[in-house]
């Protein structure tokens, strides 16, 4: 018995055992949590089952989140099989890959629309679908990354993405207080994803981490989900608003 024992809680974003969704999930299970598990496709379930069985997740349904009827049925299955939901784990993004290595102001219409709604406003959607079954209050955690405050080299159109996250989670926070239910977004350090490999250079990022940060070390997406664990449990039920760094420190030295 964890110190999640009774809660349940949504993950969105695993793709393979390298997600930070996965660093999340395996650690609030650990801390005895029953988890629900979502998947992008048909592509991403042969990755994704095998973990959401290690989860022994009741829960295990498609997601797109561009596709509002998967939104629905997802929704329909937590209240049906739980009647409830405490937290939920958003860790998804995307962008063209034009976007990303290309200037933002060259960005077009269609991309920029594409990316802030993948990767900024699906947040809040959730976070509407969910607000209905916190009744006891809850926890919403989203994952932002330090070029939405700094321009990092080709990181373009996602970091203004991220921006409006991390405003999104500050509106939301003040939205959803009364009723009891915390938003924030962690912010880690780089570190190998399979989102990360489409970002030119980051290799360069990662070193760069390593040679100044504090810690001198790259986080893991252990380090990710531990920290993200404490921030959904009641333990941290005062904690809201913020964007929280999981990065050896390096956010402070620019």
């Known amino acids: 018995m964890g110190f999640l024992a009774g809660k349940k809680g949504l993950i969105v974003g695993i793709a393979n055992d390298q997600s930070i969704a996965w660093g999340c999930a395996k650690h609030m299970r650990a801390a005895g949590a029953d988890i629900a598990v979502t998947y ?3 592509k991403a379930d042969k990755y994704v089952r095998p973990l959401a069985e290690q989860l022994e997740s009741e829960i295990y349904e498609p997601l797109n989140v561009s596709k509002p ?3 629905d049925e997802l929704f329909k299955k937590i209240e049906d099989k739980w009647g409830k939901l405490d937290f939920i784990v958003h ?15 060259d960005c077009s219409p269609d991309g920029f629309a594409e990316s802030m709604d993948i990767s900024c406003h699906s947040f ?4 509407k679908k969910a607000e ?7 926890s919403m955690l989203t994952v932002s990354y330090y070029g ?5 080299d ?19 926070a003040a939205e959803l207080g009364p009723k009891g239910i915390a938003v924030n977004a962690v912010s880690p350090g780089p570190l190998l994803t399979r989102a990360a490999s489409g970002i030119a250079g980051f290799d360069k990022l990662m070193q760069y981490a390593i040679d ?3 810690s001198g070390k790259l986080v893991t997406i252990d380090d990710v989900g531990q920290y993200a664990t404490f921030l959904v449990s009641d333990a941290a039920r005062h904690v809201t608003g913020n964007t929280l760094y999981v990065d050896g420190g390096l956010h402070i030295k620019g």
Not at 132 to 138: F, N
Not at 154 to 165: I, P, R, T
């Open 124 to 127: 809040l959607r959730l976070a």
């Open 148 to 152: 939405s405050e700094k321009v990092i």
């Open 69 to 71: 009827e998967q939104i």
């Open 154 to 172: 080709n990181y373009n159109v996602m970091g203004v993405s991220k921006a409006a996250l991390e405003a999104s989670v500050r509106y939301a």
């Open 212 to 214: 100044n940060s504090p």
């Open 132 to 138: 209905p079954l916190m009744k006891d209050g809850g």
């Open 91 to 105: 860790s998804i993004a995307f962008a063209r890959l034009e976007d990303l290595h290309g200037r933002v102001i």
């Open 40 to 42: 992008l496709n048909e």
